[in-house]
């Protein structure tokens, strides 16, 4: 690949994430790891060494000020104001806050949502799995994405929470939203999504007040029986993360959509898991690894540093290009290859690394798990039938339509 | 080797369970707990192990 780097990084623009990405991140990981993309004034970090380093020490590189590179343009257009609205009044979301109140929030969130809470869920989950996949024929082509891979996660969300399953379709236009608000290109644009985010916190008002009314047993009940800093989790808090735990559902359906792809276009890959369906989380790792749902996160330096050799001043960005880290040499083999048994699986940044790391890592992996363990025990193949289109967005990965048949 | 895992840093990802069931597990607050904290041979390569894959690096594995 001939030109130069600053033709080639066009990382602001939706057509630039197609299969020639890889070849500019080579570049960047030897020429410039540490790039600063002019148009943002933002240093972008394709190294592993650099993306952990980064990620582990939030005291230096800060949450607090922008997390994804479409707020960075919205703020360079004076856009900040509309952005505002989707944040709840005091919400103090976990993943914009630094340690140590990062710590107190995120301890509200992993205190109810932990491993053994949601093994609780597991057979509603092999439930919701077997449901979706009754519904789609034996060898009759279907998009992957809207019958199964869209719909599993508000499923799973609406149980967790203690949601009725009418409310979904509402749910999945909420998602939506939240995904917009990434992708947008005026703050004109904002107004739409708004609206509909507005509709969710009066939606969440009213289940937090009926869970208030009557607890169950679910997510929504805990969070209000939890305590933070010796009181009951305020209202807003509540809302802030309740509304985050049902639109995150957004990068679950990115990573089904890609494991499928994945499967479908490795038919030896699917043979092997079908011998030994143990390697299905290996499955799950590397298509986290190839083609992660979030491709990276900003952060905001706290004072002067260097970074792979390049001064950073504080208040300068940087961002981390989790798909550029993924595929370093200096930490995976044959990084391009797709293969189960990888013995370095879980080295992958797609999760992050350190305080922040994803709270709902669990939960994803266990719906991957549960919907290709039953796909695996129905189907040998997994064919397109048609091409599939890529979501158009910069922030996530995935794809917007996947036609498929499926075969024994 | 005497293995200790920081628990504040810890942010439940579970990876060292999975790597290495026999030396750690999850208490009930989703933080990981070490089961066996002083292993040698093949169970100390994957304490290393573990510590290594730890996404926040709140394992430590030292000399006991």
């Given at each position: 690949?001939?030109?130069?780097?600053?033709?080639?990084?066009?990382?602001?623009?939706?057509?630039?994430?197609?299969?020639?990405?890889?070849?500019?991140?080579?570049?960047?990981?030897?020429?410039?790891?540490?790039?600063?993309?002019?148009?943002?004034?933002v240093f972008l970090l394709t190294r592993m060494d650099d993306v952990r380093y980064v990620s582990t020490h939030p005291e230096q590189f800060s949450n607090a000020s922008g997390l994804t590179l479409n707020q960075l343009r919205m703020a360079k257009a004076g856009a900040s104001a509309a952005f505002e609205r989707f944040n709840e009044p005091d919400g103090e979301l976990v993943i914009t806050k630094d340690p140590p109140r990062q710590r107190a929030l995120r301890a509200l969130m992993s205190g109810n949502l932990t491993p053994r809470y949601l093994q609780g869920f597991q057979d509603a989950l092999d439930g919701f799995c077997r449901d979706l996949l009754d519904r789609t024929g034996d060898g009759a082509p279907f998009d992957f994405v809207d019958s199964i891979a869209a719909q599993l996660p508000l499923y799973v969300a609406a149980a967790l929470l203690g949601?009725?399953?009418?409310?979904?379709?509402?749910?999945?236009?909420?998602?939506?939203?939240?995904?917009?608000?990434?992708?947008?290109?005026?703050?004109?644009?904002?107004?739409?999504?708004?609206?509909?985010?507005?509709?969710?916190?009066?939606?969440?008002?009213?289940?937090?007040?009926?869970?208030?009314?009557?607890?169950?047993?679910?997510?929504?009940?805990?969070?209000?029986?939890?305590?933070?800093?010796?009181?009951?989790?305020?209202?807003?808090?509540?809302?802030?993360?309740?509304?985050?735990?049902?639109?995150?559902?957004?990068?679950?359906?990115?990573?089904?959509?890609?494991?499928?792809?994945?499967?479908?276009?490795?038919?030896?890959?699917?043979?092997?898991?079908?011998?030994?369906?143990?390697?299905?989380?290996?499955?799950?790792?590397?298509?986290?690894?190839?083609?992660?749902?979030?491709?990276?996160?900003?952060?905001?330096?706290?004072?002067?540093?260097?970074?792979?050799?390049?001064?950073?001043?504080?208040?300068?960005?940087?961002?981390?290009?989790?798909?550029?880290?993924?595929?370093?040499?200096?930490?995976?083999?044959?990084?391009?290859?797709?293969?189960?048994?990888?013995?370095?699986?879980?080295?992958?940044?797609?999760?992050?690394?350190?305080?922040?790391?994803?709270?709902?890592?669990?939960?994803?992996?266990?719906?991957?798990?549960?919907?290709?363990?039953?796909?695996?025990?129905?189907?040998?193949?997994?064919?397109?039938?048609?091409?599939?289109?890529?979501?158009?967005?910069?922030?996530?990965?995935?794809?917007?339509?996947?036609?498929?048949?499926?075969?024994? | 080797?005497?293995?200790?895992?920081?628990?504040?840093?810890?942010?439940?990802?579970?990876?060292?369970?999975?790597?290495?069931?026999?030396?750690?597990?999850?208490?009930?607050?989703?933080?990981?707990?070490?089961?066996?904290?002083?292993?040698?041979?093949?169970?100390?390569?994957?304490?290393?192990?573990?510590?290594?894959?730890?996404?926040?690096?709140?394992?430590?594995?030292?000399?006991?």
């Amino acid at each position: 690949m001939t030109g130069s780097l600053a033709d080639l990084v066009r990382v602001e623009d939706t057509s630039f994430y197609d299969d020639r990405q890889f070849d500019v991140y080579n570049r960047m990981r030897t020429e410039a790891p540490a790039y600063h993309y002019e148009p943002l004034d933002v240093f972008l970090l394709t190294r592993m060494d650099d993306v952990r380093y980064v990620s582990t020490h939030p005291e230096q590189f800060s949450n607090a000020s922008g997390l994804t590179l479409n707020q960075l343009r919205m703020a360079k257009a004076g856009a900040s104001a509309a952005f505002e609205r989707f944040n709840e009044p005091d919400g103090e979301l976990v993943i914009t806050k630094d340690p140590p109140r990062q710590r107190a929030l995120r301890a509200l969130m992993s205190g109810n949502l932990t491993p053994r809470y949601l093994q609780g869920f597991q057979d509603a989950l092999d439930g919701f799995c077997r449901d979706l996949l009754d519904r789609t024929g034996d060898g009759a082509p279907f998009d992957f994405v809207d019958s199964i891979a869209a719909q599993l996660p508000l499923y799973v969300a609406a149980a967790l929470l203690g949601v009725s399953e009418v409310d979904i379709p509402r749910m999945k236009s909420w998602v939506a939203a939240l995904e917009d608000l990434t992708k947008v290109n005026s703050a004109a644009d904002l107004e739409e999504p708004g609206q509909r985010f507005d509709e969710l916190k009066r939606f969440l008002r009213d289940q937090l007040e009926r869970k208030r009314r009557t607890p169950g047993n679910d997510l929504i009940s805990s969070f209000l029986a939890s305590s933070l800093d010796g009181s009951p989790a305020p209202d807003p808090i509540v809302l802030a993360h309740v509304a985050t735990l049902m639109s995150n559902g957004g990068t679950t359906r990115l990573l089904l959509s890609s494991i499928a792809d994945l499967l479908a276009g490795h038919p030896d890959q699917m043979e092997l898991i079908r011998a030994d369906p143990g390697l299905i989380d290996g499955v799950i790792e590397e298509c986290l690894r190839l083609m992660p749902p979030a491709r990276g996160f900003v952060r905001t330096a706290t004072a002067g540093v260097k970074l792979a050799g390049v001064p950073v001043r504080a208040g300068q960005r940087v961002y981390m290009l989790y798909p550029a880290a993924n595929r370093d040499p200096g930490h995976f083999t044959s990084p391009d290859s797709f293969e189960a048994g990888r013995p370095q699986a879980y080295g992958h940044a797609s999760f992050g690394f350190g305080a922040h790391f994803c709270l709902g890592a669990g939960l994803a992996r266990m719906e991957a798990k549960a919907l290709f363990t039953e796909l695996i025990s129905r189907y040998g193949s997994i064919r397109l039938a048609g091409t599939p289109t890529r979501y158009e967005h910069v922030q996530l990965n995935g794809w917007a339509t996947l036609p498929v048949t499926l075969h024994r | 080797m005497k293995i200790t895992v920081d628990r504040d840093r810890c942010v439940g990802s579970a990876y060292c369970q999975r790597i290495a069931p026999t030396l750690f597990d999850l208490g009930d607050d989703g933080i990981a707990v070490v089961l066996d904290a002083d292993v040698t041979g093949p169970r100390a390569a994957a304490a290393r192990e573990a510590e290594a894959d730890c996404p926040s690096m709140a394992i430590s594995t030292g000399e006991s």
